[in-house]
C-alpha cells in the first residue's frame, strides 16, 4: 500500500492511523495495525464479516503495510508499518455517567452505552463469535443510512475467548500459511 499514515490513537495491542488525504466515496480512511500480520489477517477475516452486518466499519483491500508519517518521532520518513487494514473511520463511543452504577467504561452497566454494548455483544454471539472485552473504548459508531450505528470497532484475537471456526478459520492456521 503506498499511503501515508498520520498516527491517531493505540489501544494495549494495536495502533490506529488516519490515512492523509484518502477517501473512499466521502468517508475517511484508517489503517488498524496489528502487532503482526497473522494477528492482521485474523482480525481483517473478523472485521470483514462483521461489517456485511453493520457490527463492525467497512473494511477495504487486503492486508498490508503502510508508510508512516516523519511525525511519529520513532519513524524516519520511510518506515513501513507493522501489518494492518483500511477500513472505515469510527466515532469513538462517548465517555458516559448516565446513572450512579456506570464506571465512565460502561463495563457491565444499565447506562445508554452498555445497552447498546450488551446489545452488539449479543448480536456477535449470534455471529459465533464469544466477545469478552467489552467497555467502552473498543465500540463506537458509524453512519448507516443516515443514522448512527453503534460497531465494535476492537477485533483483535486477544478480545475473543471463542469462535466459530467455520466461518471465521482457526487463529493458528495463519502461522501455517
Request: hydrophobic share 30%; net charge negative; glycine share 10%.
Amino acid at each position: 500500500m503506498s499511503y501515508v499514515g498520520l498516527y491517531d490513537d493505540a489501544g494495549s495491542r494495536n495502533a490506529f492511523y488516519i490515512i492523509k488525504d484518502k477517501k473512499i466515496g466521502r468517508k475517511r480512511v484508517g489503517f488498524k495495525e496489528f502487532g503482526d500480520e497473522n494477528e492482521a489477517k485474523f482480525a481483517h477475516r473478523i472485521q470483514s464479516h462483521l461489517a456485511k452486518y453493520s457490527l463492525a466499519p467497512m473494511v477495504y483491500g487486503q492486508v498490508g503495510r503502510i508508510r508512516r508519517g516523519p511525525w511519529i518521532a520513532s519513524a524516519s520518513s520511510n518506515e513501513l508499518s507493522e501489518y494492518g487494514y483500511l477500513t472505515e473511520i469510527a466515532r469513538t463511543m462517548p465517555e458516559c455517567y448516565d446513572d450512579e452504577y456506570c464506571d465512565g467504561e460502561c463495563f457491565q452497566s444499565s447506562c445508554k452505552n452498555g445497552i447498546a454494548i450488551g446489545n452488539i455483544v449479543g448480536d456477535l454471539c449470534d455471529h459465533g463469535l464469544t466477545y469478552t472485552d467489552a467497555h467502552r473504548r473498543n465500540f463506537g459508531y458509524v453512519r448507516r443510512q443516515g443514522k448512527w450505528v453503534p460497531v465494535v470497532i476492537d477485533v483483535g484475537v486477544e478480545s475473543f475467548s471463542d469462535w466459530d471456526s467455520d466461518i471465521y478459520g482457526y487463529f493458528e492456521d495463519d502461522y501455517e500459511r
